[in-house]
């Protein structure tokens, strides 16, 4: 049995967790890694010329730009980096940067220091997860600009106006402030991949070894578990198999934890889905899932599987670096894992020996029928602001919405034109990959050349931008070092995917709420404490520091403190506006 930690070691590290999907980790869009070699030496055949610049978009005047932009480590140099230095060029504009935190509590503390500091604040703010709250109110103080008429003038917005109808007024919809007004621009993808991160990952090795069948349920997952962490089967003589692995703080599918309670109870926690709150079964409630009977039958299993030592304790508070060392090891010991990306999760996956193990499986049922898992709608989320002290908003609106533009879109997401990927028809017609293959795409529209996303790089800023891709574009990408070989491990997972994960949701989701600033004021602070309380609830009960039955009442209780029965009356409210 594994050793356990203290829970008091574990709160110590551990902070507030919600799942929320990362830009640019959709990358299983392909088939199976053919090789490094092969990928080396047909790269260079492949480069291609860039799109030629309209010159009527150069219309910057050589106008300078501050942008406040929220930090990726992974990003080696933002002024030397070949996508700032093609907007400069297309446009005509100087573009300088200051710094926000990857953490949203840390931006909003810079930006509103920022703004009570009397000083000129940037131009324009790019950041992920700023709350609807700080959105509303800079919008109605104006500190952002409202962007309603920009967005209504075909000459303002040149390529925005050219997204299909139906998705172009999602994005405006989907980043409305419920004073009516638009603040951001939205960055939306139609991928599906993304749709369903917490993809289960069964060590089928095992499995045989053992003679064991496919567990469906929770009670069989259970029993399968066990086996794994009992009978050595890896068989080195070391009872070091971990059952259940997987990352709480883990922001693209590797919270295992979220979604096990799914076969109970449908949640999801992300900011795009009002943080946990759900609907009831006929779609006319919004209601908490984690006060229900289910939720606690949901805490009792994953305290029996914590107690006999069948879930690592490290999940709740292991860094990303520690969980890819784990999963990595020289001798394979996970069990069972959930991730987003499987290319993140084992890289070189097709090569590698402890992803060969692996199986994708689908959601489990849980005693009552649930299965469920995480689901993400299509959502547009706001992710750039211009602000008051920009002395050219119009320009600042060009240059955000020259983001909309195909190949700049393509280099926000892939890199370099020409060098890290190429839309070129003939080299599309050379390749393949599994939604092609398996009928869900009609051809290859776009060769990515280069995985800079695996590495630091000077070459985008990581999709951290206004950016639109359609479910054709998504599904119609081919990475040159990850060549489709319907023999390879990867080769089904898109298919197995839309068939093991898309229609595991309840039969009514809710939608993005939008609220007023009357209605932030009430509850502003009540979504962030209850996201808190709901986390570390999670934790003692699974751990035991709480006991499920004796604990429960006083658990139900601690929400009337942080004001939870005052959010979900207002966010009834909020839906009922949302459909009327």
Not at 309 to 332: H, K
Not at 391 to 402: C, G, K, M, S, W
Request: include cysteine; hydrophobic fraction near 35%; aromatic fraction near 12%.
């Amino acid at each position: 049995m594994q050793k356990k930690l203290p829970v008091a070691v574990i709160t110590a590290v551990f902070v507030i967790c919600c799942s929320c999907s990362g830009h640019g980790d959709d990358m299983e869009n392909t088939g199976a890694t053919s090789g490094k070699t092969a990928y080396e030496a047909t790269i260079s055949e492949h480069m291609t010329e860039k799109t030629e610049p309209d010159p009527d978009d150069k219309i910057g005047q050589g106008q300078q730009l501050l942008i406040a932009i929220q930090k990726d480590s992974r990003v080696s140099d933002y002024e030397d980096n070949y996508l700032t230095r093609l907007l400069e060029e297309d446009l005509d504009v100087q573009l300088d940067f200051v710094y926000l935190s990857s953490d949203a509590s840390d931006q909003e503390t810079a930006l509103s220091q920022m703004i009570a500091g009397g000083d000129p604040i940037p131009d324009i703010v790019i950041a992920q997860n700023l709350s609807q709250e700080m959105i509303l109110e800079y919008g109605e103080n104006g500190v952002f600009l409202a962007l309603d008429s920009y967005l209504e003038d075909p000459a303002m917005a040149k390529y925005f106006s050219q997204i299909p109808d139906e998705s172009r007024e999602t994005m405006i919809e989907g980043v409305r402030s419920a004073d009516g007004h638009v603040y951001a621009l939205a960055h939306y993808s139609e991928a599906t991949w993304n749709q369903t991160t917490h993809r289960y990952y069964i060590n089928q090795a095992w499995l045989d070894i053992l003679g064991l069948e496919m567990p469906e349920t929770t009670e069989e997952l259970y029993e399968v578990l066990t086996a794994f962490v009992k009978e050595d089967p890896n068989g080195n003589g070391e009872m070091d198999e971990i059952g259940i692995y997987g990352r709480f703080q883990g922001t693209y599918g590797e919270n295992v934890i979220h979604a096990l309670i799914n076969s109970f109870v449908y949640y999801n926690p992300s900011p795009k889905t009002n943080y946990g709150l759900a609907l009831n079964d006929d779609g006319t409630m919004v209601i908490a899932p984690f006060t229900t009977e289910e939720w606690k039958e949901a805490m009792k299993y994953l305290h029996r599987l914590y107690e006999e030592g069948l879930m690592d304790p490290s999940v709740f508070y292991n860094s990303d670096d520690e969980f890819l060392e784990v999963v990595n090891q020289e001798e394979n010991v996970i069990g069972l894992v959930t991730t987003g990306s499987y290319q993140v999760t084992w890289p070189d996956s097709d090569s590698n020996e402890n992803f060969l193990d692996m199986e994708m499986v689908g959601p489990f049922t849980g005693p009552d029928g649930i299965c469920y898992t995480p689901y993400e709608e299509f959502q547009p989320e706001p992710i750039a602001y211009i602000t008051s002290s920009c002395e050219t908003p119009d320009i600042a609106f060009r240059v955000l919405d020259y983001f909309y533009k195909e190949n700049v879109g393509r280099t926000s997401r892939w890199g370099e034109e020409g060098v890290d990927w190429t839309a070129d028809p003939e080299v599309c017609r050379q390749y393949t990959n599994g939604y092609v293959e398996n009928g869900l795409a009609d051809g290859i529209r776009l060769v990515v050349l280069e995985n800079i996303w695996a590495r630091p790089q000077n070459h985008h800023w990581r999709n951290l931008t206004p950016y639109f891709e359609s479910m054709e574009e998504s599904s119609s990408n081919c990475n040159i070092w990850a060549l489709y070989d319907s023999s390879a491990k990867s080769a089904p997972l898109n298919a197995r995917n839309v068939e093991l994960y898309l229609d595991k949701k309840p039969e009514y989701l809710l939608p993005t709420l939008h609220y007023t600033e009357a209605e932030l004021e009430k509850i502003g602070d009540s979504m962030e404490q209850v996201t808190f309380y709901v986390n570390t609830a999670i934790m003692e009960f699974i751990t035991g520091e709480r006991d499920v039955d004796a604990d429960w009442d006083q658990y139900l209780n601690g929400f009337k403190e942080i004001g939870l029965y005052q959010w979900v009356h207002t966010a009834q409210r909020a839906y009922e506006r949302e459909i009327s």
